[in-house]
């Protein structure tokens, strides 16, 4: 079975305090989760070892960073390279989150060299799609997303886009409540997954986790799971609440 996974993104959210308490709620809670199964927490870079020595011993709980710049070091104020986080035992790394697209004009291109960086550190992406509501209400968000994997993802090799977790967001459903319906996520995944079984094969594709993020809660993380291509999810608010964040982990095909 591919990778079911619940990702947290607390992006530039908690102070110190607030952060040191939640994990010590989600540790506490410690879902039992399974040989396929993962729960990623992408926390602010400076928590990243608070939330190592919070989740230190729970299976399967991995530390993610946010974002991660393409050189592996040299004059880049305030960045932080995929090495970096490699040797502080940081192996998931969320990139080109549509925020980051947005507000940073971060593009196709450079994500492709991001994108390069971590995996070149055998470390894993997660690599974030998805389109605005012009799209969507234009009925074209297919072709759009694709557009997004072509540009910065199809160079790579079968071996590598298998290291890939892509997660589609659109950005409509990212912390406005409204959430794509579970028929509607479906449809997308399965047409990412077509992308990547017509460039690659379908054993190919097959390997490939696929998550769904905007608005994913407790109330509706297993509807939108239990669907064959949504192979768990990327998770911002309700990742801010322990109950929530363990419902969502606990909904985990
Ligand atoms: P949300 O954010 O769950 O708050 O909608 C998801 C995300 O941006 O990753």
Redesign the pocket.
């Known amino acids: 079975m591919r990778k079911q996974i619940a990702a947290a993104?607390w992006k530039m959210n908690l102070s110190i305090s607030e952060a040191s308490i939640l994990l010590d709620q989600l540790a506490a809670t410690s879902p039992n989760l399974s040989e396929h199964q993962e729960a990623v927490f992408a926390v602010p870079a400076i928590y990243i070892p608070l939330a190592t020595q919070k989740l230190d011993g729970l299976n399967h709980f991995y530390v993610a960073a946010q974002n991660c710049h393409p050189k592996a070091n040299g004059a880049y104020t305030g960045e932080i390279s995929a090495p970096m986080l490699a040797s502080i035992g940081v192996k998931h790394i969320v990139l080109g989150?549509s925020?980051r697209r947005e507000y940073f004009n971060e593009s196709d291109s450079f994500l492709a060299e991001k994108t390069n960086a971590v995996l070149s550190e055998g470390s894993t992406p997660i690599f974030c799609c998805g389109e605005p509501l012009t799209i969507r209400e234009a009925g074209t968000q297919n072709s759009f997303v694709e557009t997004q994997l072509i540009n910065s993802l199809f160079h790579l090799s079968e071996e590598q886009i298998t290291k890939v977790v892509i997660a589609y967001?659109p950005i409509w459903?990212?912390?406005t409540g409204k959430t794509a319906s579970s028929e509607q996520a479906q449809e997308i995944h399965a047409y990412i997954r077509s992308v990547f079984a017509t460039k690659y094969s379908q054993a190919i594709a097959d390997q490939i986790s696929i998550l769904y993020?905007?608005?994913?809660k407790a109330s509706n993380a297993k509807q939108i799971f239990s669907q064959p291509d949504v192979d768990g999810g990327?998770?911002?608010?309700?990742s801010l609440i322990a109950t929530e964040f363990v419902a969502i982990i606990n909904a985990l095909k």
């Open positions: 993104n989150h925020e967001e459903a990212i912390g993020g905007g608005s994913v990327l998770v911002g608010g309700a």
